[in-house]
Each structure stands twice: as C-alpha cells, then as structure tokens.
Nanobody, 124 residues
Framework: QVQLVESGGGLVQAGGSLRLACAASGRTFSVRAMAWFRQAPGKEREFVSRIMWDSGSTYYTDSVKGRFTLFRDNASDTVYPQMNSLKPEDTAVYYC?????????????????WGRGTQVTVSP
C-alpha cells in the first residue's frame, strides 16, 4: 500500500501563488508516476499534471501550462506543484494520485492510490 497526504492548500487572490505538497509513504518503491487532479464544485475530476518518478518527465494540461510546475524530492518521496498566476477558475479540491503500472495517463482510472485532497480557493 501507498499512502498519499496532500498539504498546502488555502485561499489566495487571483494572480497569486501557492505551493502544494504530496507526501508518499509505505511501499513507495512501487510508484512509477504521481499526478495531480482537481475537482471543482459541480464538475468532474480533471487531470492537471503528472511527473514520472524515475525520469522526472512532466506533463501538464493546457489550462495550466506555463503557470504550474511540478517538482519532486525523491529523498522524501514528495511532489510539489508550484502554482503561479492563479485564476478563479483554478478553484477546486486538488488530489494527489500515484500510478504503480507506469501508464501515467490523464484518466483517473490510470491511478491506483489517492490522497484525500486539499482545497484551493482563488478569489477574484
């Protein structure tokens, strides 16, 4: 089993920045990629970004490209999304997810382990 715990959410004004964190514990050697998804009220959960654990290769959905950057610290098994130039439409619960097969796709079903989420609210 792999446990994921998100932190760093909060309230920020539009144009501001936040850095989230997702700390993995347990059988982390089985993790091949970690991703972030988000879910706004009344909307479906959507893919935001992902990072391959070994190579560090990243991929972002178009709406956050140039604004969000993923970092990883292999020593602490933690992934940090740095979110800049935040917009009100970025408001959502952000979830961390881990993939143990290496698929690392953009669908929720591609990920086996999930955190409980952290709220990000961007005011106009």
């Amino acid at each position: 089993q792999v446990q994921l715990v998100e932190s760093g959410g909060g309230l920020v004004q539009a144009g501001g920045s936040l850095r989230l964190a997702c700390a993995a514990s347990g059988r982390t050697f089985s993790v091949r990629a970690m991703a972030w998804f988000r879910q706004a009220p009344g909307k479906e959960r959507e893919f935001v970004s992902r990072i391959m654990w070994d190579s560090g290769s990243t991929y972002y959905t178009d709406s956050v490209k140039g604004r969000f950057t993923l970092f990883r610290d292999n020593a602490s098994d933690t992934v940090y999304p740095q979110m800049n130039s935040l917009k009100p439409e970025d408001t959502a619960v952000y979830y961390c997810a881990a993939d143990r097969r290496g698929t690392a796709g953009i669908r929720s079903n591609d990920y086996f382990y999930w955190g409980r989420g952290t709220q990000v609210t961007v005011s106009p």
